[in-house]
């Protein structure tokens, strides 16, 4: 198994080697380039991934073509479209590498599988998807309650390794500002 995502495993929660062995033959292992895609738009997402190392955004582009970051996805965190993933319609969003990234590959069916299979997989991903959920209000409140530099204030504070990896306008699109009032904010604050 890949060592980074069995010590994320087994810092999470207690796996038997047999359930780690499980969770490895079902995955797949795929590396992706700087600016390659995981999901297009109009796909049906048919993976849940892990990342390894690198990163990745999802975004979905308006009908001005402008693009609006929903979450990006660093070494350690799971990605998906979730709607998309879930239902089995095809994806509102897109799923890009913004560095040179390795991901763990689970079809839905599979994901299931080990759902069913590994208890403790099962409860850890229920426990994801509630911080998930919570990350998700928190992230509406800050968008509707904060102003443009709290929520970058608040976005350093939540990614202190993440941000300075991340391009400006990618981070100007996930705050909903512009690139220019960004370039403003991290002037005064300095950061």
Same mark, same amino acid.
């Given at each position: 198994?890949?060592?980074?995502?069995?010590?994320?495993?087994?810092?999470?929660?207690?796996?038997?080697?047999?359930?780690?062995?499980?969770?490895?033959?079902?995955?797949?292992?795929?590396?992706?380039? &700087?600016?390659?895609?995981?999901?297009?738009?109009?796909?049906?997402? &048919?993976?849940?991934?892990?990342?390894?190392?690198?990163?990745?955004?999802?975004?979905?582009?308006?009908?001005?073509?402008?693009?609006?970051?929903?979450?990006?996805?660093?070494?350690?965190?799971?990605?998906?479209?979730?709607?998309?993933?879930?239902?089995?319609?095809?994806?509102?969003?897109?799923?890009?590498?913004?560095?040179?990234?390795?991901?763990?590959?689970?079809?839905?069916?599979?994901?299931?599988?080990?759902? &069913?299979?590994?208890?403790?997989?099962?409860?850890?991903?229920?426990?994801?998807?509630?911080?998930?959920?919570?990350?998700?209000?928190?992230?509406?409140?800050?968008?509707?309650?904060?102003?443009?530099?709290?929520?970058?204030?608040?976005?350093?504070?939540?990614?202190?390794?993440?941000?300075?990896?991340?391009?400006?306008?990618?981070?100007?699109?996930?705050?909903?500002?512009? &690139?220019?009032?960004?370039?403003?904010?991290?002037?005064?604050?300095?950061?």
């Amino acid at each position: 198994m890949v060592e980074p995502f069995r010590n994320y495993l087994t810092s999470k929660a207690a796996f038997t080697d047999a359930e780690l062995e499980q969770l490895e033959a079902r995955a797949i292992t795929r590396k992706l380039k &700087r600016r390659e895609y995981l999901l297009r738009k109009g796909d049906v997402c &048919r993976y849940m991934a892990f990342v390894v190392s690198g990163s990745l955004r999802l975004y979905r582009t308006d009908e001005a073509a402008q693009e609006h970051i929903l979450r990006f996805a660093i070494e350690n965190w799971w990605i998906t479209d979730p709607e998309s993933f879930r239902i089995g319609l095809p994806a509102q969003g897109t799923i890009e590498a913004l560095e040179d990234t390795r991901v763990l590959l689970w079809s839905k069916e599979n994901f299931e599988l080990v759902k &069913r299979e590994v208890p403790a997989f099962h409860a850890l991903e229920n426990q994801l998807a509630g911080h998930y959920v919570d990350a998700q209000v928190n992230r509406l409140y800050t968008a509707i309650s904060y102003s443009a530099e709290e929520r970058y204030q608040e976005f350093v504070r939540a990614f202190p390794d993440f941000y300075q990896r991340i391009p400006l306008h990618m981070i100007a699109s996930y705050l909903g500002v512009s &690139r220019e009032t960004l370039s403003r904010i991290r002037k005064q604050t300095g950061l």
